[in-house]
């Protein structure tokens, strides 16, 4: 038995009565045209028509009715890695974060910027694939592609802030709100804090 292997996201069928009264089905994919005829006779045609009817109920049945979406490489992801939270975006990296919700936060913002949304997963420590779309799109305003304000952010990257009771100035690297700011030491942007308690922060005025 023969065996032909095509790849089409679109394939095409097409079934047509000859002059002659042959049946013919057609198949088109990858720019090949499969030809199947199948005679004159009443009863085949018939058994054409019940083949392609239960193909199509098992297309809703079997596949369209349990359809799971399964991670691609050109989706998004959030995993942890170094204690720290990876963001990738169609295969490019965004960058890293110190916790889910900021990364989440940042997927979000990366979709707007580069006009892409596709499927957001969550790779967790074993590995498997967790959808995490509704916890990115709610960051996205109703139209879907732009930012909803993000509630209580008070600084911008690059802000001089104090923290807690200490004489020593810090510099914000990002504020999210409610997920927090982060800070690193001035002078050494290799010494983070993740900062969730905002009344920790203080201005720098002077």
């Given at each position: ?177 409610p997920a927090g700011v982060e800070i690193h030491t001035e002078g050494d942007p290799t010494i983070r804090c993740h900062v969730t308690d905002r009344d920790a922060l203080r201005p720098d005025t002077d």
């Amino acid at each position: 038995m023969a065996s032909v292997d095509l790849y089409d996201e679109e394939p095409e069928f097409g079934v047509e009565r000859h002059e002659d009264g042959d049946v013919e089905l057609t198949i088109r994919a990858e720019d090949t045209r499969i030809r199947i005829t199948i005679g004159r006779c009443y009863g085949n045609a018939s058994l054409l028509g019940e083949s392609l009817r239960h193909l199509a109920e098992d297309v809703a049945e079997n596949i369209l009715d349990r359809w799971e979406d399964t991670a691609d490489e050109f989706d998004a992801y959030v995993g942890f890695d170094r204690g720290r939270y990876q963001v990738s975006l169609e295969g490019v990296r965004v960058g890293d974060y110190p916790s889910r919700q900021v990364a989440e936060i940042e997927l979000a913002r990366a979709m707007v910027a580069a006009g892409v949304f596709p499927n957001a997963w969550l790779v967790t420590d074993h590995g498997n694939h967790v959808a995490i779309n509704d916890d990115i799109r709610r960051w996205h305003d109703a139209g879907g592609d732009q930012m909803v304000p993000i509630p209580g952010v008070q600084y911008q990257p690059g802000d001089r802030v104090w923290h807690g009771h200490g004489d020593w100035p810090y510099r914000v690297v990002g504020d999210w709100g409610p997920a927090g700011v982060e800070i690193h030491t001035e002078g050494d942007p290799t010494i983070r804090c993740h900062v969730t308690d905002r009344d920790a922060l203080r201005p720098d005025t002077d």
